[in-house]
């Protein structure tokens, strides 16, 4: 995994108002919850005292207190009481956990993984999603590295055969480009799937026309996914890396053609199944794939249409480099 990135990592509605929660992300053991001032603490979950995890536990003036022996957490990290020292004793600095920063932003919760939390930059998204959208959401569990994920959401030769029977009716199997741009992490690409009626062959990126451009889609390093279907309708995901070998998915179906309440959750219901249909096609071929895990030299024979992908494994191994340095 790429350090020193923000990732969606929960929907922010997975933080309780009132309450913690413990969850896998990054590898890690991490309980979250809301402060007073409802600033979103991101602590390990994992006592300092003797092991318990703090998201058994309850939230009391806005500390986490652990369910075993009561040593209660501030968002730093800190234990800021020794229930069996008594209130009087202060305590001392060597008693605390590791944290992320965390913040809530566009619906998801974020952590910067990494040791910094002060002077970061940005949270990475979609400068269209950024507005007028609304969206209904599903979320899935895959026993799979987050780069299989994303890679199947950037593959743009598969559509005939996993999806012959939905978004890929038609058999369009030739591909033309893809074509892809690079603008800072985000990486967008343009395609076009054509019947092979034997008088066409692929196109290479240089050769395309406007014309040829019909579907754009895009990332933002590390985790975030936009399929530009049209401009009032778009598909986009996170893929939050539970482990090396498993990824949490949250997709969500975003519209701007609907605003009316009520119309509008009819809307998001039906985007709901027909995603979830999908999804599954996906994950029905994602889950065989071996390894669990990509990477940029690997014993995978790409063809031209797998561009997209080749770019991802490139920037990720690139992003993994700076990181060591
Ligand atoms: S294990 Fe958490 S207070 Fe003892
Ligand atoms: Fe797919």
Same mark, same amino acid.
């Given at each position: ?5 923000? !990732? ?8 309780? &108002?009132? #309450?913690? =929660? ?5 590898? @890690? +053991? ?64 060597? !008693? ?8 809530? &932003?566009? #619906?998801? =919760? ?5 040791? @910094? +939390? ?208």
């Amino acid at each position: 995994m790429i350090r020193n990135k923000w !990732y969606a990592i929960l929907d922010a509605k997975e933080v309780p &108002k009132k #309450g913690i =929660i413990g969850v896998r992300r990054l590898g @890690e +053991k991490l309980a979250f919850w809301r402060t007073a001032d409802n600033q979103i603490a991101c602590i390990f979950d994992k006592c300092c005292h003797r092991g318990a995890s703090i998201s058994a536990g309850k939230i009391i003036n806005g500390h986490a207190q652990c369910p075993f022996h009561g040593f209660e957490y501030d968002i730093d990290g800190k234990v800021t009481l020794i229930p069996a020292n008594g209130r009087k004793k202060e305590v001392a600095e060597r !008693y605390k956990v590791n944290t992320y920063a965390a913040k809530e &932003k566009y #619906g998801f =919760i974020w952590i910067y993984w990494g040791e @910094e +939390k002060v002077n970061l930059p940005e949270i990475p998204f979609f400068e269209d999603l950024k507005t007028n959208f609304h969206y209904s959401q599903i979320i899935d569990h895959w026993p799979m590295h987050y780069t299989r994920c994303i890679e199947n959401q950037m593959d743009v030769v598969h559509i005939p055969f996993v999806h012959h029977n939905t978004i890929g009716k038609g058999g369009k199997t030739v591909v033309y480009g893809p074509k892809v741009k690079w603008e800072g992490n985000q990486l967008t690409w343009y395609v076009k799937n054509l019947v092979d009626d034997g008088s066409i062959e692929a196109k290479g990126p240089n050769e395309m026309g406007e014309e040829d451009e019909l579907f754009s889609l895009q990332i933002i390093m590390p985790n975030i996914w936009h399929n530009i279907i049209a401009e009032k309708v778009r598909v986009f995901a996170a893929f939050a890396p539970i482990d090396d070998e498993n990824t949490m998915i949250y997709l969500r179906f975003y519209q701007s053609f609907m605003p009316i309440w009520g119309i509008r959750h009819i809307v998001g219901f039906f985007g709901k199944i027909s995603s979830r249909i999908i999804l599954n096609q996906d994950k029905r071929v994602v889950v065989t794939q071996l390894p669990k895990y990509t990477q940029m030299k690997m014993d995978e024979k790409l063809i031209p249409g797998d561009r997209p992908i080749a770019e991802f494994r490139k920037r990720r191994d690139e992003l993994m480099k700076e990181d060591k340095q």
